[in-house]
């Protein structure tokens, strides 16, 4: 069972969490002033690196609070989590380590 630290609760097991999609994706100041290409590229479009992601998750069945966490997409490994509206960590020297 993986196992992923919630930054408030500490580690529990997966299946309390849910996945929300990648992380430091800002709102428009002025989604009014977007053309429909922009606000699709806004609603759609993200990135799907091979390595490390950042990404938010929620700890649906613990605190139901969101966070993010830096996960590599290859081994499927939680490299470090942290709480919503801190800078993303550098995760290169965690998944080195
Ligand atoms: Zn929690």
Same mark, same amino acid.
């Given at each position: ?9 500490? #580690?529990?097991?997966?299946? =309390?969490?849910?996945?929300?999609? =990648? ?11 977007? *053309?429909?290409? =922009? ?7 993200? @990135?799907?690196? /091979?390595?490390?992601?950042? =990404?938010?998750? &929620?700890?649906? &069945?613990?605190?139901? &609070?969101?966070? *993010? ?13 942290? /709480?919503?509206?801190?800078? &993303?960590?550098?995760? @290169? #020297? #965690?998944?080195?380590?």
């Amino acid at each position: 069972m993986l196992i992923i630290d919630c930054p408030y609760c500490g #580690k529990r097991p997966e299946i =309390e969490f849910s996945y929300g999609g =990648e992380a430091h994706i800002a709102r428009p100041l002025d989604p009014a002033a977007l *053309n429909d290409e =922009e606000w699709a590229a806004f609603l759609y479009a993200r @990135t799907n690196p /091979k390595g490390l992601h950042a =990404e938010r998750w &929620r700890h649906a &069945r613990g605190c139901g &609070r969101f966070f *993010n966490a830096v996960r590599d997409t290859v081994s499927d490994f939680f490299v470090t989590t942290y /709480k919503t509206g801190e800078a &993303r960590p550098d995760a @290169t #020297k #965690k998944a080195s380590a």
